[in-house]
């Protein structure tokens, strides 16, 4: 398979690092998870988990059918192979079994897939942590491919798992954590169960020695974003301390790129707080520069620093940091690209923006804030594409 790790991982669920060069974080911490994981046990580990779009690109940029890559048709490797198999021989696996494929398959955002082993892993769950994990893995695909619709009802199955008492208390307070997050980010679940969540996770966060750092640690990048919604400086940077200080803890337990990933995103929680909450530009390029240095194959992480300086009217610095990313590879190829073109139309290098622009056109863009500047630019600099690009787009029929 060609480019880079991620796009590799999210194809074949493998990589070859002498073909890609260096593997970042998230593909190094999805592989190894697969290959590591027991189908016997639950706790199947996710890195993060991406967006249904983020396959789509990642397949028309390799040159492959998107259908036949979301629904396991195309099995470019060993790994995908036995995946798909399994998923062929779904009624034969135990019920931790059916959740442990369900996750794998979340992992590499095959979410119709994994919905429909989930649901034959939920016609015969039984016990509160089959129902628990089967409830998570729920309110993950719904969170991912149908916008939250949903996972307010997750969370309740959740919560009632919880309250038999039998849970482990790191995955209660991953809950908690999640219930929190996704309660600011897009209002998720109901109020009333935010606010047990809440109540929760602190109980158990304050009984020291009670849950392992690596919950810790996202229960409280979690909780900060409590006193950020206030406008509380002080209190935000102390929850933030307290989840580098339990990441710290962890990878001095085990140093896998799981671990790592903890760390990383304490560093892009950190810049978006000293962004947003603080204003202090010094702080977001420490954070964002301890983000890079740390992953410096992740694409993101220049687009996370270069969005920081298109803030603060930093539009040369972004453009670099841009150009970086997309020249890294997927994921986002087409939005760091969009940015790049931006930051460099803005600076009036036209010869660079447009190429962008054209480069988008030519991948299939017909959105008028991509074919409008490169129109612009190309009759501005006399370039052939001038005649080829239309003059107006039809508007879309809002009904």
Not at 54 to 59: C, G, I, S, Y
Not at 74 to 101: C, F, S, W
Not at 170 to 180: F, H, I, K, N, T
């Amino acid at each position: 398979m060609a480019g880079n790790a991620f796009q590799q991982t999210m194809l074949g669920l493998e990589f070859d690092q002498d073909r890609s060069g260096p593997a970042d974080l998230f593909s190094q911490a999805c592989v190894e998870q697969y290959d590591d994981s027991d189908p016997s046990q639950y706790g199947y580990l996710f890195a993060q988990v991406f967006e249904p779009q983020v396959l789509l690109e990642v397949a028309a940029l390799g040159g492959v059918d998107h259908e036949a890559v979301t629904t396991l048709v195309h099995r470019p490797t060993a790994t995908l192979a036995d995946l798909a198999d399994a998923v062929d021989h779904v009624d034969e696996l135990a019920v931790v079994g059916q959740i442990h494929l369900t996750a794998a398959l979340v992992s590499i955002s095959r979410f119709d897939v994994a919905a429909r082993v989930l649901t034959a892993a939920s016609a015969r769950a039984v016990s509160a942590r089959d129902k628990f994990e089967i409830a998570m893995l729920d309110f993950v695909i719904r969170n991912r491919r149908d916008d939250g619709t949903g996972t307010a009802q997750a969370f309740r199955r959740m919560r009632a798992a919880i309250e038999t008492g039998t849970l482990p208390p790191e995955r209660v307070l991953d809950a908690c954590a999640q219930g929190v997050v996704w309660y600011f980010k897009r209002r998720e679940l109901a109020e009333a169960d935010y606010e047990w969540y809440l109540a929760k996770g602190a109980d158990l966060a304050d009984r020291k020695g009670l849950v392992e750092p690596a919950a810790l640690s996202s229960w409280y990048r979690g909780i900060a974003m409590v006193p950020a919604a206030r406008g509380e400086v002080e209190t935000t940077r102390r929850y933030m301390e307290q989840a580098r200080v339990a990441a710290s803890m962890t990878l001095d337990r085990r140093n896998r790129p799981y671990e790592l990933h903890l760390m990383k995103t304490y560093h892009e929680s950190s810049l978006k707080e000293h962004l947003y909450l603080n204003r202090d530009l010094e702080r977001v390029e420490e954070s964002g520069r301890a983000l890079i240095d740390l992953d410096p194959a992740w694409s993101p992480s220049y687009g996370e620093l270069a969005e920081a300086y298109v803030k603060f009217g930093r539009f040369d610095e972004a453009a670099g940091l841009f150009d970086q990313a997309a020249s890294i590879g997927p994921p986002y190829v087409g939005y760091h690209e969009l940015n790049a073109a931006r930051c460099h139309d803005r600076l009036g290098n036209d010869e660079q923006a447009l190429s962008l622009y054209l480069r988008l056109v030519e991948r299939g863009a017909t959105n008028e804030d991509v074919v409008g500047p490169a129109r612009r630019l190309a009759v501005r600099t006399g370039h052939p594409a001038a005649g080829d690009l239309p003059a107006t787009l039809p508007v879309a029929n809002p009904a």
